[in-house]
């Protein structure tokens, strides 16, 4: 399990402790509750970090970002399912004003 430490850099997102099978994320905890992968739907590396979006059960979106050099994790991006216009098969057009 892989937990978080401050090593000193600056927080961008919500610090989550995450547990990893092989090499992505299984389940991670939120708070006090511990949130259940369900797929992995995509991956990307950066310099520093590595990315993960994740759908858990219920249909919920999340990216979460790996520090490598710190070994910390955080919640950059959450999507609730249902959401309009965010989700990863998009039902109906979009409309931006």
Request: charged share 30%; glycine share 10%; hydrophobic share 35%.
């Amino acid at each position: 399990m892989l937990t978080p430490r401050n090593n000193g850099a600056k927080p961008s997102g919500v610090r989550i402790r995450v547990e990893c099978d092989a090499t992505s994320p299984a389940r991670f905890v939120l708070g006090d509750r511990t949130v259940e992968v369900a797929a992995l739907l995509d991956r990307w590396y950066g310099d520093e970090a590595d990315y993960f979006r994740v759908r858990v059960a219920g249909g919920d979106l999340y990216v979460l970002k790996h520090l490598r050099g710190h070994d910390r994790w955080e919640l950059t991006s959450f999507t609730r399912h249902g959401s309009v216009g965010t989700s990863v098969e998009a039902e109906r057009p979009r409309v931006l004003h």
